[in-house]
C-alpha cells in the first residue's frame, strides 16, 4: 500500500468513524425508546441510498481527465478541510462547544417520547429519525470517499475503509450499549481536517500544473507542517485578547 | 423556492459552510498557482503559503 494509499484509508477511517458515533447516538435514542426494528429499517435505507450515491459518483468522477480532477477534487478537499479544521481549532480553544454525545442522546430521546407513543407495527418517527441522521451524517462521508478515493482512482479502497469504521463503531456501540460519550471526537476530527487540508494542498497544487520537489514524498512534509501550523493556531487563538469564550466549555 | 435554488443552497451550505470567504480564497490560491505554473516557474509554494494565511484569517474572523 502507497503512502497516498494509507492516507486516503487513514482519512475516511477517521471521518467515517466520528460521523458513525454521531449517527449511532441519533439510532440508539430512537431504538431504545421507540423502535428497534423501525430505526434499523430507517439506517439500512440511508445506507442504500449513500451507497447508490458513491456508486454513482464514484466512476462518473474517475472518467474526468487527472489534472482536472485534482484540481477540483483538491480545491473541494481543502474547503472542506479548512471547515473541519476552523472547528476543531475553535472547540479546542473553548470558542466552539464540544460535541457531547450523552447530552445529545438525551435530547434524542425527549424528543422521541414527546413524539407519542410507538405503536406495535412499523414506527414512522423511528424510521424517519434513523433515516435523516445516518443520511446526513454519512453524506460528509460519501463526499470524502469520492473525492480521496477518485483522485487516487481508488474509490473500493475508500468504501472498504469507511465500511470497516462503521462496523468498529457498531461493534462497540453494542458492547457498551450507550452512546459513545468517551471517543475523542474533536481529535479524531482534527486529524480529518488536517488530511483533507495536506491532500487538498498536494493535488490542488499538482492538478493546477505544479511540480512538488520529491514528489509524492512532499506529502511527508506537507502533513506534518499542516499539523504543526494548526496546533499553533490552537495556542494563538487561545491567547487572543479577542477571542470570546463559550462559558463552561473545557478549554 | 423553487427546488433548484434550494438544492443549490443545501450544496453550497455543505461544501462551503458559514466562510465563503475561506473559499474563495482556496480559488485565488489554485489560480495563482496555475498562473506561475503556466509561466514556467515553480509554484508549489502558492498553496502551503497560502493555506495557513487563509486559516488564521478565518479564525479571527471567528474569534470577533
Redesign the interface.
Given at each position: 500500500m502507497s503512502g497516498q494509499e494509507v492516507g486516503l484509508a487513514v482519512s475516511v477511517f477517521l471521518a467515517c468513524a466520528v460521523e458513525a458515533v454521531e449517527a449511532l447516538t441519533i439510532v440508539l435514542a430512537v431504538g431504545v425508546t421507540r423502535s428497534w426494528r423501525s430505526a434499523l429499517t430507517g439506517v439500512g435505507a440511508a445506507t442504500l441510498v449513500l451507497a447508490v450515491i458513491v456508486a454513482a459518483l464514484g466512476p462518473a468522477l474517475t472518467a474526468l481527465p487527472i489534472d482536472v480532477l485534482r484540481?477540483v477534487v483538491?480545491?473541494?478537499l481543502?474547503?472542506?478541510g479548512?471547515?473541519w479544521?476552523?472547528k476543531a481549532?475553535?472547540r479546542y480553544?473553548g470558542?466552539k462547544a464540544l460535541h457531547d454525545e450523552d447530552k445529545e442522546f438525551a435530547s434524542e430521546t425527549d424528543a422521541a417520547r414527546a413524539a407519542g407513543k410507538a405503536g406495535a407495527g412499523f414506527d414512522g418517527y423511528s424510521f424517519t429519525i434513523a433515516f435523516k441522521g445516518v443520511l446526513l451524517e454519512g453524506?460528509?462521508v460519501a463526499?470524502i470517499v469520492l473525492t480521496f478515493g477518485a483522485s487516487q482512482h481508488n474509490v473500493g479502497l475508500a468504501a472498504v475503509a469507511a465500511a470497516v469504521a462503521i462496523a468498529v463503531v457498531v461493534l462497540a456501540g453494542v458492547l457498551v450499549r450507550a452512546p459513545l460519550a468517551r471517543v475523542p471526537e474533536n481529535t479524531m476530527k482534527f486529524c480529518v481536517g488536517v488530511m483533507l487540508?495536506s491532500f487538498?494542498?498536494f493535488w490542488?497544487?499538482e492538478?493546477?500544473?505544479?511540480?512538488?520537489?520529491g514528489g509524492d514524498a512532499?506529502l511527508l512534509v506537507?502533513i506534518p507542517?499542516?499539523a504543526l501550523?494548526?496546533i499553533g493556531?490552537v495556542r494563538?487563538?487561545r491567547r487572543?485578547p479577542?477571542?470570546?469564550r463559550v462559558v463552561g466549555e473545557p478549554a | 423556492m423553487s427546488s433548484i435554488v434550494r438544492a443549490a443552497r443545501a450544496v453550497w451550505e455543505?461544501?462551503?459552510?458559514d466562510?465563503p470567504w475561506?473559499?474563495l480564497g482556496?480559488?485565488v490560491a489554485?489560480?495563482a498557482?496555475?498562473i506561475?505554473?503556466?509561466a514556467g516557474a515553480?509554484?508549489?509554494w502558492?498553496?502551503?503559503l497560502a493555506?495557513?494565511v487563509?486559516?488564521?484569517l478565518?479564525?479571527?474572523r471567528?474569534?470577533?
Amino acid at each position: 500500500m502507497s503512502g497516498q494509499e494509507v492516507g486516503l484509508a487513514v482519512s475516511v477511517f477517521l471521518a467515517c468513524a466520528v460521523e458513525a458515533v454521531e449517527a449511532l447516538t441519533i439510532v440508539l435514542a430512537v431504538g431504545v425508546t421507540r423502535s428497534w426494528r423501525s430505526a434499523l429499517t430507517g439506517v439500512g435505507a440511508a445506507t442504500l441510498v449513500l451507497a447508490v450515491i458513491v456508486a454513482a459518483l464514484g466512476p462518473a468522477l474517475t472518467a474526468l481527465p487527472i489534472d482536472v480532477l485534482r484540481v477540483v477534487v483538491g480545491g473541494l478537499l481543502l474547503v472542506f478541510g479548512l471547515q473541519w479544521l476552523r472547528k476543531a481549532i475553535l472547540r479546542y480553544a473553548g470558542l466552539k462547544a464540544l460535541h457531547d454525545e450523552d447530552k445529545e442522546f438525551a435530547s434524542e430521546t425527549d424528543a422521541a417520547r414527546a413524539a407519542g407513543k410507538a405503536g406495535a407495527g412499523f414506527d414512522g418517527y423511528s424510521f424517519t429519525i434513523a433515516f435523516k441522521g445516518v443520511l446526513l451524517e454519512g453524506l460528509e462521508v460519501a463526499f470524502i470517499v469520492l473525492t480521496f478515493g477518485a483522485s487516487q482512482h481508488n474509490v473500493g479502497l475508500a468504501a472498504v475503509a469507511a465500511a470497516v469504521a462503521i462496523a468498529v463503531v457498531v461493534l462497540a456501540g453494542v458492547l457498551v450499549r450507550a452512546p459513545l460519550a468517551r471517543v475523542p471526537e474533536n481529535t479524531m476530527k482534527f486529524c480529518v481536517g488536517v488530511m483533507l487540508t495536506s491532500f487538498g494542498i498536494f493535488w490542488g497544487a499538482e492538478g493546477a500544473g505544479a511540480s512538488w520537489p520529491g514528489g509524492d514524498a512532499a506529502l511527508l512534509v506537507i502533513i506534518p507542517g499542516v499539523a504543526l501550523a494548526s496546533i499553533g493556531m490552537v495556542r494563538w487563538i487561545r491567547r487572543a485578547p479577542a477571542a470570546r469564550r463559550v462559558v463552561g466549555e473545557p478549554a | 423556492m423553487s427546488s433548484i435554488v434550494r438544492a443549490a443552497r443545501a450544496v453550497w451550505e455543505f461544501v462551503v459552510g458559514d466562510d465563503p470567504w475561506t473559499a474563495l480564497g482556496v480559488v485565488v490560491a489554485l489560480g495563482a498557482t496555475a498562473i506561475i505554473a503556466g509561466a514556467g516557474a515553480p509554484a508549489w509554494w502558492v498553496m502551503p503559503l497560502a493555506v495557513p494565511v487563509l486559516l488564521g484569517l478565518s479564525l479571527r474572523r471567528a474569534a470577533r
